[in-house]
């Protein structure tokens, strides 16, 4: 019996949804699902970010397990109903390359607005706009000129 010695990548989680054909949707037709898509999962990752910091953990460690929460949740959705991509192990390499830099642009901008900004009450929420903004539109540059079209 011989073992392989290659690392096995499992595949992507997938959501459970009743695969349908579906024409390729146009330019507008995706910037709206990823808006939607986004939105949502910014309010898991925002939602999440503020019960972790009420419960004590430190802004850096609070924003990097919502960044987790709220990508994760957007991959799935935009794989699937935004971009109607098939699984993949190219792609979905190729998205955690992706927000391995995303992560670090958007935790990074966060800490430096939370700490540079005035202590005032839209301090948090500023910091964590500026630093989502910027992080969604790479995002969807590169998964739409990029990933997405890997197979």
Do not use: C
């Not at 986004?38 to 972790?52: E, P, R, T, V």
């Not at 397990?65 to 390499?93: C, D, H, M």
């Not at 390359?97 to 939370?114: D, H």
């Not at 790479?138 to 739409?144: A, C, E, M, S, Y």
């Amino acid at each position: 019996m011989q073992v392989s010695a290659e690392p096995h990548v499992p595949l992507p989680v997938d959501l459970p949804v009743v695969a349908e054909q579906q024409a390729a949707v146009d330019l507008k037709t995706q910037i709206v699902r990823f808006v939607l898509s986004g939105g949502f999962s910014a309010i898991i990752d925002f939602g999440l970010y503020i019960l972790l910091g009420i419960a004590g953990l430190p802004v850096a460690v609070a924003k990097s397990i919502s960044f987790v929460a709220g990508t994760t949740t957007a991959y799935l959705i935009n794989r699937r109903w935004t971009f109607q991509a098939e699984p993949s192990r190219k792609r979905f390499l190729a998205v955690v390359a992706l927000y391995a830099v995303t992560f670090a642009v958007q935790v990074g901008i966060n800490q430096i607005l939370y700490v540079t900004l005035d202590d005032h009450w839209w301090r948090k929420p500023l910091a964590f706009v500026i630093a989502q903004g910027t992080a969604t539109v790479i995002n969807f540059v590169v998964q739409r000129a990029v990933i997405f079209k890997l197979r």
